[in-house]
C-alpha cells in the first residue's frame, strides 16, 4: 500500500484486521455484494494530489475570479467580519463536532445555540427560536408551512411579491408539492379570506424601501391568519421588530450577522414565533435544564416534534441545520452589542444615502421611490444604457447597478468607504447619457 | 474537560464594547465638500426613517469586550467533544477526520469575497469548482449529473423527491403519490416524502435486515411514485437484491431513490447508479469529509441517473448556489483522494467496523451476524447485569460509560427494530490502536455491567455535567435568556 496520510493502516495493520474480520483480504469484505455490482472500472478522476498540488490548484480557481468592490445586497451583504469570528468558529471542538446528541460532552455547542435562540428572540422581539434553519428563503417556507399546521382547515398561503426573488421562488417550490395553495399579490390584505393560513411580507421590499406595516397584524389576525415577517436582523437593531409589528412568526437569513458573502453560502436561516406556535415550531430546539446534582445544564429538547421520533408526522424533516453559522451569528452579536449593531446599520445607512445623492446629481438617475425611507439598500431609474454602465462598472472593479424590475439597485454597508463610492461615482460620471 | 457556567448576557457591563468601528461615515475625510452636501441628519437613522418604522424597546444584546467575548467561547469550546478530540463512532453520521488544508482552501478571500450574483465572467473560478465537483460525484455515484443546492442531507431528500414528482408529472403520471419506505430507513426519509406530499408505505425488514422482496411486491402498483433505500441499510447491512428490486419498481413505473447518508462504505468500490437508482442525495459532510460543525453546514447534492435527466427540473430549494463553502471542502478532499486513494476508502472503513464487530460480540449482542459494512448494529449487553432487586444496564447506560472513558458515544436506540440498538461507525481514519483501546473499554464497561450495574447507572462521572432532567426540560421549557 503506497500510504495516504488520511489513512494510518500499515500493512500489517490491515494484515490484523482482516484475520480478526474473518477475510483473506479487503475483497472479502464485498462477498455480499452481487459481482455485477463491484466496480471494476478506474474512476475518472485526477490522480492523487498532494497537499500543495492542490493547494496550488485552487490558488489559481481563486485567481480566475475577480475581486469586486460589491455594491449589491439582494440577499447577501457584504459586512465587515471581524477577526475573531473565523478564529473562535475555527477552533475544532466547535467545528468538527456534531449535532449534541450527548448532552454531557456537547455542552459548548448546546450552550452557544441557547445564547443565539436567545439573541434571536431579543432581536425579533419574539418568544421561541431554533437551532438555525438552512437560509432565509428556506426558512420562510417553513413557517408557512407552520401556519397551515397552526391554523384548521386552512391550506391557502399569501406571499407578498416585494420580498427579493430567491425567497418568492423557494417558497414557491416547497409548497407545490405538499399541495398548499399559494397567492402571490403586490397587496397581499386584499387577498385575506376564510381559508387563508398565513400572510408573509417583508420588513423591507427587494427594492429597499422600508415597509410601513400599521394595521397588517390586525387585519390579517381579524381574518384568522398568522403574520410572517422576513427579516434583515442586522436592521432589527433599529427597525421595529417582528414583535412590535404584531407577527406571529418572523424569519429572515442570519447572513448579515458576520458572515462572508461566500458565493452564496454558508449562511443561516432563522425562525422565530410566538409561545403559542413552540410545539410547531421546525428543527432543533435546546432548552435549559439541570443535571442530577442540580448544575445548571443545557439539552436538545422538545424532540417529539422532530423526524427521528415521529417519521412522517414530524413538524419538518430538518435534522442537520447551520449550527457552526449560528455560532458565527452569536460571536457576532456578541462583539457588536446593541450600540455596535446601531452603529453598522447608521454607517450603512449613511454610505447608501451619500450613494443616493451623488448618484442621483450625476444626472444618470431618477429617483424609483421618492421619499420613501430606506437603510442600505435603494433603487435607482437610469437614464444611461444599463449593459453600459454594468460594464464599466465592472471594468473598475465594481459589483453594481444589479438591474430589477426595470430599476438598478445598490447596496452600501459599512465596508464601503467615502473613496470607493466616491470612485464608484466617477466611474458612472463616464457613462454617456 | 472542565465545567463553565456562564452565558455571554451574564459577561455584560452597561458600557463595555467589543466592535472596533468608524465613528462616522466619512471619519476618515474632514472634507468640507462632503459636509456640504451630505445633510446631518442622514447620518443618523432616525433621519433615514420615520419613527414609526423604528425600533420601540431596548435591544439587549451582551456588552462585552473582546477579550471576554474569545475566552468566553474558548471555554465553551472546552466542554465540547468533536473528531479532533477522540474517536467519534456515531452510526450513520461518518465522522471520518477532517483535513485541515479544506478548511484553508474554504476560507480563502479569493472565494468567500463572492457575491452570489455577481456575473459570470467574475466568477469563472468558483464555477470551476462546481463543475469539478459535480464530475467527480458522477464518477463516484455513477450519476450523470448533480446539483448543489441542498444543503443538508435532509434536503437533498426532499430535493430528490420533488425531482421524482416532477418526472412523474412530466410524464403525465401525476396519480403516483405514495413512495416505499422501509422499516429501517432513517427518520429523515418518512418526514422528507411528508413534506413533499408523498405518502408513506412501509416495507417491512426480514429476519436477515433485508428488505423482504416478497413484502415488497404487493405494495408495487400505478399509485408508487418510488422507493426511498440506503445500500447498505441502517443495520450495516447490504441490500444484496437491491437487482430484483430495481428491476420490480422499474417496472411498476417507479424511481429508485439512493439516501448516500450510508454511501461511505461504497466509496471506491460500488456505484448506486450501476445498482439501479434514479435519483440520490450525497452527504458531503459525510462521505467527503466537510466537518459537521456541531450540526451544519452541511450540504446534500442531489444526482440524477439517464432515466431522469430527460426529464429534469431543478427544484429551486434554497436561496442561491447552496454552501459553496462545504463544497470547495469537498471538492479538496476529492482531488486529494484521486483516483488511487478512492478505491481504498471504502474497504478501509469497512474493515474497521469487522474488526470492532467481531472483537467485541462476545460481549454485546449481535442481532445479525453477517459480514457489515461501514456499520453494526448490537442489540445490548449479553450480560446485563440484572438481578434481584437491581435493573441491568442498559443501552443508554454503556453510552455514559463510554464518555468517562474518553470516547463519544455510538448512535443508541436506532435503528428502531432493536430496543437496546447500539450502531457503531468507526469509519477509514482511526488507528488500529484506537479501534483496540476503543474494544478495550467497550469489553471493561461489558465487565462493570456484570459485576454491578449501577456503575454503569451513575455515568458518566467524569464529564463537565452529569446526566440532565430531560424531563422536566420538555415539561417547562426555558428556551432562551
Redesign the interface.
Known sequence: ??G?S????TDD??R???E????RN??G??????A????QG????????S?Q???D????????????K?F?G???Y?H?V?A?I???T????????????????????L?????W???I???T?L???N??M?????AAAEAL?MAVASTRKRNKVIVSTKLMQ??L??V???L????IEVVFAWDVLDELGPDVAGVLVPSICRHGV???L?GYAEKVHEAGALLIEYCDPSA??????P??WGADIAVG?AQTLGM?????????GFIACKQDY?RKIPG??????????G???F?L????R?????????T??????????A?WA??Y???????????????S???A??LY?ELL?TGRFEEAFPGR???KEFCLKPKVDVAVL?QKL?DAGF?AA?ELDGYVTFCVT?KR???EIDALVAVVKEVAL | MKYYDKLIFELSRPGRIGYSLPDSFDAAKTDAATDEHFSAKRRCICGAAPQQLLRQSKLDLPEVSEVDVVRHYTNLSQMNFGVDTGFYPLGSCTMKYNPKINEEIANHPLFTGLHPLQPAETVKGAQEVIDGLDKALAAITGMKHFTFLPCAGAHGELTGLMLMREYHMARGDAARTKVIVPDSAHGTNPASAAVCGLEIVEVKSGADGLVDVESLKPLLGSDIAGIMMTNPNTLGLFERQIGEIAKLVHDCGGLLYYDGANMNPLLGKVRPGDMGFDIMQMNLHKTFSTPHGGGGPGSGPVGVGERVLPYLRIPQTSGFHGNFGVMLRAYAYILMLGKQNVKLAGPLAVLGANYIKESLKDCYKLPIPSVCKHEFVFDGLINDGAREGKAGATTLDVAKRLLDYGFHAPTIYFPLLFHQAIMIEPTETESLETLDEFIAVMRKIAAEAAEDPDILHGAPHNTPIGRPDETTAARNPILKA
Open positions: 500500500m503506497a495516504f488520511y489513512f494510518p493502516h495493520d490491515i490484523v484486521m482482516l480478526r474480520a474473518g477475510v479487503l475483497d469484505l464485498y462477498s455480499d455484494v452481487p455485477d455490482f463491484i466496480y478506474e474512476y475518472d478522476l485526477p490522480d492523487a494530489m497537499e498540488q492542490v493547494r490548484f485552487f490558488e489559481k480557481l481563486g485567481e480566475k475570479n475577480t475581486k469586486l460589491v449589491v439582494q440577499g447577501a457584504d465587515y471581524p475573531v473565523p478564529y473562535i475555527s477552533r475544532s471542538e466547535f467545528l468538527t463536532a456534531y449535532t449534541p446528541y450527548q448532552c454531557e460532552i456537547s455542552q459548548g455547542t450552550r452557544y445555540i441557547f445564547e435562540q436567545s439573541m428572540c431579543r432581536l422581539g418568544d421561541v427560536s437551532a438555525s438552512y437560509d432565509g428563503p428556506s408551512r430567491n425567497v421562488d423557494v414557491k417550490t416547497y407545490k408539492y405538499p399541495d422600508i415597509q410601513d400599521t432589527l437593531a433599529v427597525l421595529k421588530t414583535a412590535e437569513d462572508p458573502i461566500c458565493y452564496g453560502g454558508p449562511y443561516a413552540m432543533r430546539i435546546v432548552g435549559q435544564s439541570v443535571d442530577a446534582s448544575k445548571r445544564c439539552v429538547t422538545l424532540q417529539a422532530e423526524q427521528h421520533i415521529r417519521r412522517e408526522k414530524a419538518s424533516n430538518i435534522c442537520s441545520n447551520e449550527s457552526l453559522m455560532l452569536t460571536v452579536l456578541s462583539l457588536m452589542g446593541p450600540e455596535g449593531l446601531r452603529k453598522v446599520n447608521e454607517l445607512c449613511a454610505g444615502h451619500y445623492d446629481k425611507p430606506f437603510l454594468q465592472l459589483f444589479l459599512e468607504t467615502k473613496e
